[in-house]
């Protein structure tokens, strides 16, 4: 009797131990169950998610394309605006309530509904990507006002009519005169125009904006004049702002009776540049420094005062500017001892700031070519009778500019 109650004990303990691991094992599936009902709905709830986007990128795309247009007036009466299309017509719209019509000034650009041609949207303001390239940023040249030598009165020329404006308006409005517009720099190839451009570049906390007068010459009618608005629309817009235009008579050269067509196209952009520098809008605080070597064939209506208001003049350097520009071009070389400035000043009667330049670089060549890391006087006269070589061929050349 005893051994079948135990039996029966042992069973029901069996039982119970077995109802237990069973309860435990449906506990833990129900657990895998609801873990991987968690990562159902976040994958639901993501697919969800991307259904909707892809349902929004659908609907972009079957909108109607926007035209461009820009705005001539506005209707304050009726809120109306008139605007005038890419296509070329002329419409009055109503603006869209997203787009304030006090934001709606004439010349901005819009963007319209193509079926009921409403304003939309704003539009950035349209740059040629060549015209922003024009910006010097982070490539402006070290060069100082100590690096100019020879040039103080045209320094001071130079600072009076750009720096001081930009630096100190008051003192032109307390005398009561309109500070200068531009300068324009004159003078024989190497003379150091270019060169005191990149100086006010560097000492200037302006925009400084860079054009070579080639690169206005475009070959489509039209797109020299529309580079030269977008350029002067940049330097409004960079504020204050320098605008060197460099070989200006490359479209600045006087206007013939008797043209080719492609001189009717440079004509136009140098209509368009007459417009701007002396057009009925304020530039603000624009300066216009131009340079040139050809100013003898400049056309007239480019030199009048309002347009540049001073023209300097960069002649060939004397002898104590050569002494000065030689001090300059020396003092970063290894030389030996003290050089006889006043001898090579009396060899380099006729040389330009540029031919100085290019005897310091030659006496460099003289002495590496002795494998001597030192340069000795002697390579400076080498320098001086290669390059016054050349210098005297174009000496009736540079009388006429000087």
Do not use: W
Not at 47 to 61: A, M, P, T, V, Y
Not at 155 to 161: A, C, F, M, S
Not at 295 to 317: E, K, N, S, T
């Amino acid at each position: 009797m005893t051994t079948t109650k135990e039996r029966r004990k042992k069973e029901e303990t069996k039982d119970e131990e077995y109802l237990i691991t069973y309860t435990r094992h449906l506990e833990k599936r129900l657990r895998n169950l609801e873990t991987e009902k968690q990562l159902l709905d976040a994958e639901r709830l993501r697919l969800e998610q991307e259904l909707h986007s892809l349902r929004n990128e659908i609907d972009r795309l079957r909108e109607p394309p926007l035209v461009s247009a820009t705005v001539i007036d506005t209707l304050n009466d009726s809120g109306k605006v008139i605007v005038k299309s890419s296509t070329g017509p002329s419409f009055v719209v109503n603006a869209s309530r997203k787009v304030r019509n006090e934001k709606l000034t004439p010349g901005l650009r819009v963007a319209l509904n193509q079926r009921t041609f409403a304003i939309m949207e704003l539009l950035p303001t349209k740059l040629d990507p060549f015209v922003k390239g024009m910006e010097v940023i982070d490539s402006i040249p070290d060069i100082s006002y100590e690096d100019i030598g020879g040039l103080e009165d045209q320094l001071q020329e130079v600072r009076e009519t750009v720096e001081l404006p930009l630096l100190k308006p008051e003192l032109f409005k307390k005398v009561g005169i309109e500070p200068p517009k531009g300068v324009l720099l004159y003078g024989a190839p190497g003379t150091g125009k270019t060169l005191l451009a990149k100086a006010v570049a560097h000492e200037t906390e302006a925009t400084f904006i860079r054009i070579i007068g080639s690169e206005l010459v475009q070959k489509f009618i039209g797109e020299g004049a529309r580079l030269v608005r977008e350029i002067f629309n940049l330097a409004k817009e960079k504020a204050p702002t320098i605008l060197f235009i460099d070989e200006l008579d490359a479209i600045g050269s006087q206007r013939l009776k008797i043209a080719t067509s492609g001189d009717r196209e440079v004509q136009r952009t140098l209509m368009q540049l007459l417009s701007e520098l002396d057009g009925f809008e304020q530039r603000g605080d624009v300066k216009i420094i131009g340079a040139t070597n050809r100013v003898d064939i400049l056309d007239p209506a480019l030199l009048r005062p309002g347009r540049f208001d001073r023209m300097i003049d960069f002649p060939i350097p004397d002898d104590k500017a050569r002494n000065a520009i030689f001090r300059i071009h020396t003092r970063s070389l290894n030389s030996e001892g003290n050089l006889n400035f006043r001898k090579l000043v009396e060899l380099t009667d006729g040389a330009t700031g540029a031919d100085i330049k290019a005897i310091c670089t030659e006496a460099g060549m003289f002495a590496i070519r002795k494998d001597s890391e030192v340069i000795v006087e002697a390579d400076f006269l080498d320098a001086v009778n290669k390059v016054m070589n050349k210098v005297k061929d174009k000496a009736v050349e540079s009388r006429l500019y000087s």
